[in-house]
């Protein structure tokens, strides 16, 4: 297979980044003409429809009634550190970790917030760290998906329903594309701009009548930024959980956000959304099946993500020690196939093991994920060979 032997079909949608995601299917600037603009985001029309944004989020995920969802700054990132910064401290906390994400959050509760009872349970890229050893009755910190490995923990069994300290999930990956058990989970964070394609900066802070219950028992030793405060007097502030959010939000996002909603309730909800994405992931593992060059980072099955899917490379002529060739290979592959149009931002994250990151959530179209398999052999074949020369 030559450079001029190219393919007849391309994914009509080349976006396969990880961040931000692909916008929905038909998804035109045209969806947004009724964007609350130039008004105040405490107004009437601004407050409905940012609590419209809750209630619908509530609804599609099936959070429970008694929870609290507010939307919130910086988007995930934003999120998670509003969690950490605010409720951790009151006992041991367990740090879970299995790619870059989750060690920066250990990095964050020993080097900023400067713990003294931390425990890091890690794995490798590409695993899971052994989840028996986690200790629920210490505040316990996790990612649901892995963005940058493509490992998922495979449910929530392994979380007790009885635990005494708190759950804080990043599930910026999962949401809107896996199950999410609810009643195992105290925090749970993420952002518009994955699952559901939506615009940056704004991340989703879910609680648990538990996490409600710290908040308000519980005043951490640090000072907080007004950014980051949740409560006020010593209770919940409310507001932020009715459309009252802390600073000002884009209204803009917000429309796409509401717009990105009514999508995924058309095609079904919460189920749509999570066929779709594992319609993606079997394509990928059907290619894969067939290729002696590529194989999934997640080393078990069970664990593969169907967001963030990511591959190595382990043609049997490159040893594994080459791993300045394998780095090679794959930034050529996916500069190629960026240059060619077929898939935008699928090299490996920067932390990550070298290889490829394709995003599959449910925006994502599998007739374009079907397209892009046979390219991205043509790729490696093309690329392998200028290597060699």
Not at 142 to 164: C, E, K, L, Y
């Amino acid at each position: 297979m030559t450079e001029n032997t190219k393919l007849d079909v391309r994914p009509a949608n080349p976006r396969f980044s990880s961040g931000p995601c692909a916008k929905r299917p038909n998804w035109t600037p045209d969806h947004l003409n009724n964007a609350w603009l130039g008004r105040s985001h405490r107004a009437a029309g601004g407050k409905a429809r940012l609590k419209q944004a809750i209630d619908e989020t509530r609804e599609i995920l099936r959070v429970p009634d008694d929870f609290r969802i507010g939307i919130v700054p910086a988007s995930d990132t934003g999120a998670v550190e509003m969690a950490l910064w605010n409720l951790l401290g009151a006992r041991g906390v367990d740090m879970v970790a299995w790619e870059s994400f989750g060690a920066d959050w250990c990095n964050d509760v020993r080097t900023q917030l400067k713990l003294s009872d931390v425990r890091e349970i890690r794995a490798d890229y590409g695993k899971l760290p052994d989840l028996s050893q986690i200790d629920f009755d210490r505040d316990v910190v996790f990612t649901w998906n892995g963005t940058t490995s493509g490992v998922r923990v495979p449910d929530g069994d392994f979380i007790p329903g009885d635990r005494d300290g708190l759950t804080i999930c990043d599930a910026t990956s999962a949401a809107f594309a896996q199950h999410l058990p609810f009643e195992k989970l105290d925090v749970v964070t993420f952002s518009w701009q994955k699952v559901l394609g939506g615009e940056a900066a704004h991340g989703m802070l879910i609680l648990s009548p538990r996490a409600v219950e710290r908040l308000e028992s519980y005043s951490p030793p640090w000072p907080l930024p007004k950014i980051f405060r949740l409560t006020k007097g010593g209770k919940l502030t409310e507001g932020v959980y009715e459309g009252a959010t802390l600073n000002t939000p884009s209204m803009l996002c917000v429309e796409d956000y509401l717009d990105a909603l009514s999508w995924a309730k058309s095609i079904g909800g919460l189920d749509g959304l999570m066929k779709r994405a594992d319609c993606n992931l079997r394509v990928i593992e059907g290619f894969v099946s067939g290729a002696d060059w590529l194989d999934f980072l997640a080393e078990i099955p069970e664990t593969r993500s169907n967001t963030s899917v990511c591959l190595k490379i382990t043609d049997p002529e490159i040893a594994v020690s080459e791993s300045e060739t394998q780095a090679n290979l794959a930034k050529a592959i996916a500069k190629r196939l960026e240059v060619e149009n077929v898939a935008y931002d699928i090299g490996s994250y920067r932390a990550a093991p070298p290889g490829l990151r394709i995003w599959t959530g449910a925006t994502v179209e599998t007739s374009d994920v079907k397209a892009l398999m046979p390219w991205l052999e043509w790729a490696f074949r093309v690329e392998k060979a200028a290597l060699a020369s």
